[in-house]
């Protein structure tokens, strides 16, 4: 954030995700003042046991609306997501925003009225839920990134 944002585009990062419960694994790309309506966090999750799930929220001056998949996707297969990179990414177009996994689409959602530069964030974290979730004997469980573009 402030170094780098674009309208539109392409974002894709290359990442292997973290394997346990309790703490998140992000790929997102976000409106630069998340704090002024309208804003948008466009994402993929990884929350453990191979899940990386699409996700977006977008805040507009009537609320907040999610955009998830209508059904829970089905966890990769044991261990690819957190033992081998994968390239994740998010196609921002005036029309829509798609999420891809090694190149298939896995979820669209029809574009809010987003007009303004977005900036891409690549996190680690644990959140107050996600705390009681955590095996500390499985740490250390990392996120890592191998390589990240944007594309206009």
Not at 1 to 30: E, I, L, P
Request: glycine share 6%.
């Amino acid at each position: 954030r402030g170094k780098f944002s674009q309208q539109y585009g392409y974002f894709a990062a290359s990442m292997r995700m973290n394997a346990s419960d309790g703490h998140t694994g992000v790929f997102r790309v976000a409106s630069d003042d998340e704090k002024t309506t309208p804003s948008i966090s466009v994402s993929f999750h990884s929350t453990g046991k191979e899940r990386v799930n699409p996700w977006a929220r977008a805040t507009v001056e009537s609320g907040t609306q999610d955009f998830r998949p209508d059904k829970a996707l089905p966890p990769m297969k044991s261990g690819d997501a957190s033992k081998k990179f994968h390239t994740y990414g998010i196609l921002w177009t005036d029309k829509a925003f798609s999420w891809f996994v090694n190149g298939k689409q896995i979820h669209k959602a029809d574009r809010t009225v987003i007009d303004a530069p977005m900036s891409l964030n690549l996190s680690h974290r644990i959140g107050e839920w996600e705390r009681p979730k955590l095996n500390l004997k499985s740490l250390p469980d990392d996120m890592e990134v191998d390589w990240v573009k944007a594309w206009k």
